[in-house]
T-cell receptor, first 110, second 114 residues
Framework: KNEVEQSPQNLTAQEGEFITINCSYS?????LHWLQQHPGGGIVSLFM???GKKKHGRLIATINIQEKHSSLHITASHPRDSAVYIC????????????FGQGTRLTINP | NAGVMQNPRHLVRRRGQEARLRCSPM?????VYWYRQLPEEGLKFMVY????????ESGMPKERFSAEFPKEGPSILRIQQVVRGDSAAYFC????????????FGEGSRLTVL
């Protein structure tokens, strides 16, 4: 079993829909990252969380440390949001290395 | 105010050749991380370096792979005698330090071994 599990693996939605991507992890962590990767492209860090909730534009990230769970939400989704979204955690031990989920491939149709 | 710079963006090598991938961290950052993304797989940690020191290389294959981050110049990930299974995207990230420092990623170097 992976230390970081994301769901769903693939998600297709219509423009304007509210999107939720989930991440569960099994180890104690010092921080959790949400990353975005476009096809053939680089990786952009969207959020780094250690508690609570963060918002940036149409993106919202939440984390529940007790339940070892985080969600990434996209409001008013747009085709340009189509990308792979990756959850990554910094374990308490060995905190310098990130452990990554497998990613969620999001496709937003116009 | 350049971000993390990786080069080359694309590299093609024949089996048995050497591949050198370079990473210049963001200005002021002294912590560099290398990650590998195999085709259709997730990202995996390879190595964490600070200037002139390898801090954690637990994700590096035992043979043929090495990394350095000299006092001057970029960090280098070196793969000797490449094999087809080394074909992957190699990403570098940098931070200013501390366990909770924000990470900034480069665009990646895509290695293809023929």
């Amino acid at each position: 079993k992976n230390e970081v599990e994301q769901s769903p693996q693939n998600l297709t939605a219509q423009e304007g829909e509210f999107i939720t991507i989930n991440c569960s992890y099994s180890v104690g962590i010092s921080a959790l990252h949400w990353l975005q990767q476009h096809p053939g492209g680089g990786i952009v860090s969207l959020f780094m969380l250690s508690s609570g909730k963060k918002k940036h534009g149409r993106l919202i990230a939440t984390i529940n440390i007790q339940e070892k769970h985080s969600s990434l939400h996209i409001t008013a989704s747009h085709p340009r949001d189509s990308a792979v979204y990756i959850c990554a955690v910094r374990p308490m031990r060995g905190a310098q290395k990130l452990v990554f989920g497998q990613g969620t491939r999001l496709t937003i149709n116009p | 105010n350049a971000g993390v710079m990786q080069n080359p963006r694309h590299l093609v090598r024949r089996r048995g050749q050497e591949a050198r991938l370079r990473c210049s961290p963001m200005k002021g950052h002294s912590h560099v991380y290398w990650y590998r993304q195999l085709p259709e797989e997730g990202l995996k940690f390879m190595v964490y370096l600070q200037k002139e020191n390898i801090i954690d290389e637990s994700g590096m294959p035992k043979e043929r792979f090495s990394a350095e981050f000299p006092k001057e110049g970029p960090s280098i990930l070196r793969i000797q005698q490449v094999v087809r299974g080394d074909s992957a995207a190699y990403f570098c990230a940098s931070s200013g330090g501390s366990d909770t420092g924000e990470l900034f990623f480069g665009e990646g170097s895509r290695l293809t071994v023929l």
